[in-house]
């Protein structure tokens, strides 16, 4: 019912800053929240932000706060990731997520997903 399309992901050094975008097609009316997760090799999928769609209420992972901003556009129906002062340790796959159910940093609420977005950071 929702079909998401991340875009922006790249290769940035140490220290720079992306913007990633995720639109949202479909039954965009009755999402309540997206999210960021990511995902490093061996790693499992960790949180990264959300944003409630309403009110625009928004939440992060430790790891990111001061450093990355999660926004939204209603109108275009899109949500963006700014990463600022991107770390080596950024390094992952971005995915963005869609919920009908609550705002949360849990992504086993999340019903659907993007493909996907590789960020890499050099030192």
């Known amino acids: 019912q929702v079909q998401l399309v991340e875009s922006g992901g790249g290769l940035v050094q140490a220290g720079g800053s992306l913007r990633l975008s995720c639109a949202a097609s479909?039954?965009?009316?009755?999402?309540?929240?997206m999210g960021w997760f990511r995902q490093a090799p061996g790693k499992e999928r960790e949180a990264v932000a959300a944003?409630?769609?309403?009110?625009?209420?928004?939440y992060y992972a430790d790891s990111v706060k001061g450093r990355f901003t999660v926004s939204r556009d209603n109108a275009k129906n899109t949500v963006y990731l700014q990463m600022n002062s991107l770390k080596p340790e950024d390094t992952a796959v971005y995915y963005c997520?869609?919920?009908?159910?609550?705002?949360?940093?849990?992504?086993?609420?999340?019903?659907?997903w993007g493909q996907g977005t590789q960020v890499t950071v050099s030192s």
């Open positions: 997520a869609a919920t009908f159910a609550i705002a949360t940093l849990d992504l086993s609420r999340y019903d659907y």
């Open positions: 479909g039954r965009t009316f009755s999402i309540y929240a």
């Open positions: 944003i409630k769609w309403s009110g625009g209420n928004t």
